[in-house]
């Protein structure tokens, strides 16, 4: 496995100038183990079942990073370097237990083959982070938008499961939340 990298940004989601970057052992780290991460986390999810005060709280309180590359700016057309991953974002699962099940699942799909994998901020969810090939004679923004369709027909078709499809663009926000077991593909 290669180690990617990719841009870091402290909260709120207004802020779109990254704070630094991050590879995915440090973000394995962070997202595992930092008490600051754990309490956002557990503030935000405080208010899970209300959406308006949850979306609030998430988008306020919580860092987030754009897994696709380093961005001098949160947008498309501020990429800098490509990292050679998408995020896949599942959500609705009926409880916490079943996004943890399921966050153990998907990291273990040969396929997929996710270089981490979290339970999302609302804690019934996951979130992955896919590896893809970039192409000699596609565009950047080819090879990304055919790796992303191709993961999304295969989670249905595999696994009967719809990503969040809003999370189409390389410069998509991926919000951050404390997993304790969150599971990372890290080089020793």
């Not at 940004?9 to 008490?35: D, E, M, R």
């Amino acid at each position: 496995m290669k180690e990617s990298i990719m841009s870091f940004f402290n909260a709120p989601i207004t802020n779109k100038v990254p704070a630094g970057v991050c590879s995915v052992a440090g973000l394995h780290a962070y997202i595992s183990s930092s008490p600051h991460l754990r309490e956002l986390t557990r503030r935000v999810r405080a208010d899970a079942e209300n959406d308006k005060v949850f979306r609030r709280k998430k988008q306020t309180l919580l860092p987030y990073v754009t897994p696709a590359g380093i961005f001098s700016y949160c947008r498309e057309q501020s990429i800098l370097v490509p990292s050679g991953l998408f995020v896949i974002d599942i959500d609705h699962f009926a409880s916490r237990q079943e996004a943890e099940a399921w966050r153990d699942r998907l990291f273990d799909d040969d396929v997929l083959h996710p270089d981490l994998a979290f339970v999302s901020p609302g804690a019934k969810g996951v979130k992955l982070f896919v590896p893809y090939r970039l192409s000699l004679t596609e565009t950047l923004e080819q090879s990304f938008d055919n790796a992303v369709h191709a993961a999304w027909d295969y989670l249905e078709w595999r696994h009967g499961l719809k990503a969040d499809t809003a999370n189409a663009d390389m410069s998509r926000a991926c919000f951050l939340a404390h997993d304790e077991e969150c599971k990372g593909r890290i080089e020793n």
